[in-house]
């Protein structure tokens, strides 16, 4: 079975902070994407990853990077957090085979 | 973008009825993909329907296709309180499958009463 982990369930952090959101998949997924999801707005891509190093915005890409420096690790950052940054994230890696996303089990992040 | 629209938004049932969620697109796609998510967890793939099929079942589930309308409906039979869960539908865009980007929907709250 495909694993997405993510770093932590739940996080508070304050504004100003950094924040960083790790993923990491077990399955060898050349893709992996970043959304935040909100009540009223659905899942919306943040960014998206096809290969180590290499990136592409998604539609929501302001107040966002991230990193892939290893195959299965995925990381979400937070430069300067925002309340308006309060959200759940969802991880998701790509089954190129089964045409499916993986996701992981969120990390519901409060912004202060 | 978000391309896909649910319907019905929130829907609530008793135990051992049919659930019937629809969906809607705008653009020619490869494949149809339905997901569910449990409160506060992430979503889980349930069924995949390609663009050249018209239905799919796996287990309970039963998935149909329409492209000429541009819409899809997932069926629950016999529903269970555990079926309880947010549903989405997920469209892959036409020349887009290699990439794996998925549109959402908005989703349909499921209420199974027990």
């Known amino acids: 079975d495909v694993k997405v982990t993510q770093s932590s369930r739940y996080l508070v952090k304050r504004t100003g902070e950094k924040v960083f959101l790790e993923c990491v998949q077990d399955?060898?997924?050349?893709?992996m994407f970043w959304y935040r999801q909100d009540p009223g707005l659905g899942l919306r891509l943040i960014y998206f990853?096809?290969?180590?190093?290499?990136?592409e915005k998604g539609d929501i890409p302001e107040g966002y990077s991230v990193s892939r420096e290893k195959k299965e690790r995925f990381s979400l950052i937070l430069e300067s957090a925002s309340t308006n940054q309060t959200s759940m994230y969802l991880c998701?890696?790509?089954?190129?085979?089964?045409?499916?996303?993986?996701f992981g089990p969120g990390t519901r992040l409060t912004v202060l | 973008s978000q391309q896909g629209e649910e319907d019905p938004q929130a829907l609530s049932i008793q135990e051992g009825e049919n659930a019937t969620m629809n969906c809607s697109y705008k653009t020619s796609i490869n494949n149809l993909q339905w997901y569910r998510q449990n409160s506060g967890r992430g979503l889980v793939h349930l069924i995949l329907i390609r663009s050249n099929e018209r239905e799919k079942h796996s287990g309970r589930l039963r998935v149909t296709l329409d492209t000429s309308k541009k819409s899809s409906s997932l069926l629950i039979t016999a529903s269970r309180a555990a079926d309880t869960a947010s549903y989405f539908c997920?469209?892959?865009?036409?020349?887009?499958?290699?990439?794996?980007?998925?549109?959402f929907g908005q989703g349909t709250t499921l209420q199974v009463k027990p």
């Open positions: 998701a890696s790509y089954d190129r085979e089964r045409d499916t996303q993986y």
């Open positions: 997920a469209t892959v865009k036409h020349g887009s499958s290699n990439t794996g980007k998925l549109i």
């Open positions: 990853s096809y290969d180590v190093k290499m990136k």
């Open positions: 399955m060898d997924h050349e893709n």
